[in-house]
Every structure is written in structure tokens, then in C-alpha cells.
């Protein structure tokens, strides 16, 4: 299995340091943290897409390079991602039977290379957004809200996929939420994150049953109440 070792992360402006932040990805890491905690500029950053009024300072060791190649995105709205006048299967840049082959393991039946992003569901056009990046071997997936915009029904296939996919592939995993629930039986491991700064992490059965900070206990009960307000 591949790593990637965030041994120092730091974004700053000329006013303030936004984060400040170190961990490790050796599997399946969940990045959680209320709104403005500063999980997208981590990601944006894993991503070289920080806006030019930001330095950075990093310092990451890991076992691969990181690039467009090796990188898969799945933004929180997926159908930004595609284009909606062209055919899925002229969205892929890969041979046929390779487009087969992620279909298959994304649960997609062949006919839709034929269609248009439009004439898909939410949580069709998700999969497919996730079959392209596999097409490139990417040897990571970082998932940015991916359950944010899908319904229950999506919501439940994707995390199911996305486990699938993990046993399937030798891919590691970053994925950012602030939903607890959608990552407990993804991610193996778990990083609390308030301000830019790790508040609590380790391994997600340990920081879900034991939380030590009265923050990541906050988060846990606001995803169980959320939870009962959705069944
Ligand atoms: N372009 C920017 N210029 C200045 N500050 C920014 C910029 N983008 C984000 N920030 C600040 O950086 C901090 C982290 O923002 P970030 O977008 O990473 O949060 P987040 O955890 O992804 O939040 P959310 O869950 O709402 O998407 C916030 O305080 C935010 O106001």
C-alpha cells in the first residue's frame, strides 16, 4: 500500500495562518472539522490549487509523486466536474476495455457511455466521475463532501462503493466531511480538525467510542442528531 506523510502543512496570508497541520494517509483517512476549520485549503493545497494570496509552506514524504495523474478529485458537486454536452464515454481518456473494466467496478451498466451527463442521476454521474479518475490508476481518491449533494438512497450506494472499492484497489483515501456517519465504516483512521489545527486523531472505532476533546464530542452528537432527524 502506498503513503502520503503530511509531516508539516501550513498556509498563511500576510494577516493570519489559516492551517497548520500534520498527518498521515497510509489507507483510509477521514479529515473532519465544522465549517471553516480548513479542510478544503488542505485539500486545495494536496491539489496545488491554493488561490495566489496564500503561501505555503509543506513538507510531505510519500511513495509516489503527486500529480494529475496520481490524484483523483471527487468534488462535492460532481456535475461540475463533466462536461454536459458530451458523451461520458468521450469523458474518459483511456482504451475500451479499461472504460469495462471501472464501469464494472463502479456498479455501471455499459450503456451509459452513450448518454449525456444530463440524462444521468446524481448518484449515476458521481460513479461516473469516480470510474474517469480510476481509468487513470490514480493512486489516491480525495473525496470533498462527495455525500453532501446526493440523497439517502445515493448517499448509502456511494459509501458502499466507495468501501468496494477500497477492498477492490490499492488506493488510499482522503475524505473530507463534516458527516461523521458517512465515514465510519470507510475510513479506517480519523482527523479532527478546528481552525486549521489537529484537535484529535487515530483510529476512527477508538476516536468515535472515546472522543478525548469536548469539540469531537460535539461533532459526534451533532451527526447522531442528524441522523435521527433524517430516519
Ligand atoms: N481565499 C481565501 N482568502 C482568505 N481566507 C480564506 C480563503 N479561503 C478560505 N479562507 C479561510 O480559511 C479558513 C478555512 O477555510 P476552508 O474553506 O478550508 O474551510 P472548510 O473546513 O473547508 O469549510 P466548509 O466545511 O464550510 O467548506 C476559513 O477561516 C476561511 O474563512
Do not use: W
Not at 63 to 69: A, R, S
Not at 97 to 111: G, I, M, Q, T, Y
Not at 188 to 201: A, C, L, P, R, T
Amino acid at each position: 500500500m502506498s503513503y502520503i506523510n503530511i509531516k508539516n502543512l501550513k498556509i498563511y496570508t500576510n494577516e493570519k495562518t489559516l492551517v497548520n497541520l500534520s498527518f498521515n494517509i497510509t489507507n483510509s483517512t477521514a479529515l473532519i472539522g465544522e465549517s471553516g476549520s480548513g479542510k478544503s485549503l488542505t485539500l486545495k493545497a494536496l491539489l496545488n490549487l491554493l488561490p495566489s494570496s496564500m503561501k505555503i509552506d509543506k513538507d510531505i514524504d510519500s511513495d509516489f509523486e503527486l500529480n494529475y495523474d496520481t490524484i483523483a478529485f471527487i468534488p462535492q458537486n460532481p456535475f461540475t466536474s463533466l462536461s454536459s454536452m458530451t458523451k461520458i464515454k468521450n469523458q474518459f481518456f483511456c482504451s475500451e476495455e479499461k472504460k469495462e473494466e471501472v464501469l464494472k467496478l463502479l456498479d455501471l451498466d455499459k450503456s451509459i457511455l452513450n448518454k449525456f451527463p444530463p440524462q444521468l442521476s446524481g448518484g449515476q454521474i458521481q460513479r461516473v466521475v469516480i470510474a474517469i479518475a480510476l481509468s487513470r490508476n490514480a493512486k489516491i481518491l480525495l473525496l470533498d463532501e462527495p455525500t453532501t449533494a446526493l440523497d439517502f438512497e445515493n448517499k448509502n450506494n456511494i459509501i458502499n462503493i466507495i468501501n468496494d472499492l477500497k477492498k477492490q484497489l490499492n488506493v488510499l483515501i482522503l475524505f473530507v466531511t463534516h458527516d461523521i456517519d458517512s465515514i465510519k465504516d470507510i475510513c479506517n483512521e480519523i482527523v479532527i480538525i478546528k481552525n486549521g489545527k489537529v484537535i484529535e486523531n487515530g483510529l476512527t472505532n477508538i476516536v468515535l467510542s472515546s472522543p478525548k476533546e469536548d469539540y469531537t464530542k460535539r461533532l459526534i452528537n451533532s451527526t447522531f442528531k442528524n441522523k435521527n432527524f433524517r430516519n
